[in-house]
């Protein structure tokens, strides 16, 4: 509401959510999930969180190589600060705090948190449980999971996505994140504007 529908899809566009691209669309509730986005966009877009603002566009073929190992061809992406480092830091401290999520994920908190790392995570439930997604990251790498029905048919109630959803993305993180040393997110600056609204 405060910065206005045009510049919100403007700024989610640079984040890399292509779909997001007609604001006389969408509503305020586009922050909940209004909006359809493709679930490799939304990783690129969070990617940008993981990165201090950096974005890195998605690469599906990162290089070819011939049968002696010859590199043939390498793809090179442009990276792209698209947002502000201390903005991007807030965020992280938000989504990185066990905390604020222990109340929300009852008992599957433990997911939610990788051992001696520190990790972000998002989680959504569509309408009529049709979709469940989480997207988590840490410095090192984000991974997003889907889950529904192909058909578009509603899952079952506990189908969210704190059961649907997060435990594969749980799964998944604990086996993939040995590949990378531990990194914590940086911390953002102090930080006070003096408007209540805003400072929350």
Same mark, same amino acid.
């Given at each position: 509401?405060?910065?206005?529908? &045009? &510049?919100?899809? *403007?700024?989610?566009? #640079?984040? !890399? ?5 007609? @604001? ?11 909006? *359809? ?15 201090? !603002? ?8 990162? *290089? ?9 061809? #390498?793809?090179?992406?442009?990276? *792209? ?16 705090? @066990? ?5 929300? %994920? ?15 995570? &998002?989680t959504g439930t569509s309408n009529d449980y049709r979709d469940a997604w989480v ?8 991974? !997003? ?14 189908? !969210? ?10 799964? %998944? ?5 040995? &590949? %990378? @040393? ?14 209540p609204v805003l400072d929350g």
């Amino acid at each position: 509401y405060l910065a206005g529908m &045009k &510049k919100v899809i *403007e700024n989610a566009q #640079k984040f !890399g959510l292509s779909t997001l691209n007609n @604001p006389k669309r969408y509503g305020l509730s586009l922050v909940l999930g209004g909006g *359809e986005v493709r679930l490799y966009e939304l990783v690129q877009a969070y990617g940008v969180l993981a990165t201090d !603002g950096v974005r890195h566009p998605a690469n599906f073929i990162l *290089e070819v190589k011939d049968k002696d190992g010859t590199t043939l061809e #390498k793809n090179t992406p442009k990276e *792209e600060q698209v947002a502000d480092a201390q903005s991007v830091r807030m965020i992280n401290s938000i989504l990185s705090d @066990p905390e604020a999520r222990r109340p929300l %994920f009852a008992g599957s908190f433990n997911l939610t948190v990788l051992p001696e790392r520190q990790s972000a995570l &998002k989680t959504g439930t569509s309408n009529d449980y049709r979709d469940a997604w989480v997207i988590g990251y840490t410095p090192e790498i984000v991974a !997003g999971v889907w889950a529904g029905n192909n058909n578009n048919q509603p899952m079952i109630k506990k189908g !969210g996505s704190i059961l649907a959803a997060v435990p594969i993305w749980s799964s %998944f993180m604990n086996q993939i994140i040995q &590949k %990378f @040393p531990p990194t914590p997110f940086t911390p953002p600056d102090d930080y006070t504007r003096g408007n209540p609204v805003l400072d929350g």
